[in-house]
């Protein structure tokens, strides 16, 4: 699963728990409360060649929204995301905050999503087989 199906699954997910609220990704942005869902860091953590464990930690900023109601929306927003689960499989939540707004932002969401990452590695040369009388140099 790449970065960018996760954001979408994200987005599908807040579409799905939160129908009135828009999902602000790119283009123009709302005149009303809305979500905005980005990628704060990535980590890559070798396991064995060709092998990682990758956890992605998503922001989910809700802007021009009432406080009080972002307060309310954390634990929705924390089922949501724990929901994602069960619908993708191919991940894991780890963790999961709400930290209040700051001026000029509202407040943000972040949720650690773990996966396993594998590479596929390219076909190796196999050693010929040597026939009768022919020697190596």
């Known amino acids: 699963m790449s970065v960018q199906q996760l954001r979408e699954h994200i987005t599908s997910t807040l579409e ?31 396991q064995r060649e060709g092998r990682y464990l990758a956890v992605y930690r998503f922001g989910i900023r809700f802007e021009q929204g009432n406080l009080l109601a972002a307060e309310r929306m954390a634990d929705k927003l924390s089922e949501a995301m724990a929901g994602m689960e069960q619908d993708g499989g191919a991940f894991r939540v780890v963790r999961q905050a709400w930290e209040a707004g700051t001026e000029g932002h509202g407040p943000l969401f972040t949720v650690d999503y773990m996966l396993y990452l594998q590479n596929d590695k390219p076909d190796s040369i196999k050693m010929g087989q040597m026939i009768g009388g022919e020697r190596l140099k």
């Open 16 to 46: 799905r728990y939160f129908p009135d609220v828009p999902v602000y990704v790119e283009g123009e942005k709302p005149q009303t409360a809305y979500f905005h869902p980005g990628l704060i860091s990535a980590t890559l953590d070798r």
